[in-house]
């Protein structure tokens, strides 16, 4: 019995040694919350993906900066899905099955995202993701995963009053990818020009990567269009503007958000200025305006932290930025990061402003689009300036 006491306190202090050797938390709530995230990070879609970064790595830094998420530091792990869905599966599974994530922002890309949706619904993993097709995001079939982005039933919907409504159009082509991106946009502007009495006097596709769309340029032109809606990301919505020039046409195009990507500006050059796109209010100006002060203390935040020689979207950063933060406020209700109670708190969530500058987001049982279309209008889709494009006089 006299041994007993030494021996015990030789046994807890190795204990110790070893608890604090491992890394292991000393208090409840400590350690390192890991969330995955995949993104085009290579690839024509690369400017997306380091946006996607930028905007995530900084909310992470700040949450950091101020104790992270219920006492624990925030990891984000980046994948690159290289625009790919068969990567983007591939790299959602390594996610899940290796490191154990709880959660995963992203993919941007609509058929990445529908390729991992039932991934990620059958691992019970929370998805905030930001892709923009409407059939990546139900709640009844993929309960787990929730959009923070907007998507293609408003920017559809911003697209037609401003073409038909502002611009008094009747005679719309439209002219879209062949993707699920794509393809799911035609969808959605067919829908919505049947409600409104209207056909498409035209319906032209191509494949991504394709260098000249004279062909289907000049079928829309030769229909009659008096405008274009355009479905597709901007490096291939800038032969389309290309394609107009040569054939010595007015007709305007008008896209969804993908038009607004740098290669619309850069390779489109002067055949783009005329174009619009779909963007997020805050991040617009009318020329002589102002700019939303919030808006521009986030590209200040950007600038003092990756330097000013960026070209993301703000549409990607900004999103991403803000996604975070409305992971964190989830796991902070809830008071853990089980996927299970973050839903809850994800589905009661009312008109919650995140960081002010972006969107008012709102969820519930039903609706796991949390994005304020009110917060979506018409810009240049070539006339940005560092973050903030111009928005026409009339624009909605």
Known sequence: MRHRAPILLVAASLALSLTLACGMPSAPGGGVMTIGAIAPLTGSSGTMG?????????????????????????????????????????????????????????????????????????????????STGTATVDPVKFPYIFRAQYYAKQEAETMLKYFVDVKGFSKLAILADSTGYGQGGVAELTMQLKARGLTPVAVESYNPG??????????????????????????????????????????????????????????????????????????????????????AEFVA?????????????TVVSAPWY????????????????????????????????????YTTYSFSPDNHNGFNGADLTVVYAAREKHGFYERPQDAP
């Open 50 to 130: 380091s946006g996607a970064k930028m905007g995530a790595n900084l909310a992470a830094k700040e949450i950091n900066s101020s104790g992270g998420i219920l006492g624990r530091r925030l990891e984000i792990v980046f994948r690159d899905d290289e625009g790919n869905s068969s990567k983007a599966v591939q790299v959602a599974q390594e996610l899940i099955n290796n490191l154990r994530v709880r959660a995963i922002l992203g993919p941007i890309n609509t058929p990445n995202a529908l390729a991992i949706a039932p991934i990620l619904n059958d691992a019970k993993v929370i998805n905030l993701t930001l």
């Open 210 to 295: 394709d260098t000249d769309l004279t062909g289907q340029v000049a079928r829309i032109v030769n229909a009659g269009a008096q405008g274009i809606l355009a479905w597709g990301l901007g490096h291939d919505l800038a032969q389309a503007a290309k394609a107009l020039t040569r054939l010595g046409s007015k007709v305007p195009m008008i896209g969804a958000s993908g038009i607004t990507m740098v290669g619309f500006r850069t390779l489109g050059g002067e055949a783009a200025k005329d174009h619009y796109g779909v963007y997020v209010r805050r991040f617009t100006f009318v020329s002589g305006g102002s700019k939303d002060s919030k808006a």
């Open 301 to 313: 935040k950007l600038d003092q932290e990756y330097g000013t020689s960026w070209d993301a979207q």
């Open 322 to 357: 803000e996604m975070v933060y409305l992971y964190a406020e989830a796991v902070k209700r809830a008071g853990t990061d089980d996927p299970a109670k973050v839903k809850q708190e994800l589905e009661r969530m009312r008109d919650f402003p995140s960081r002010g500058i």
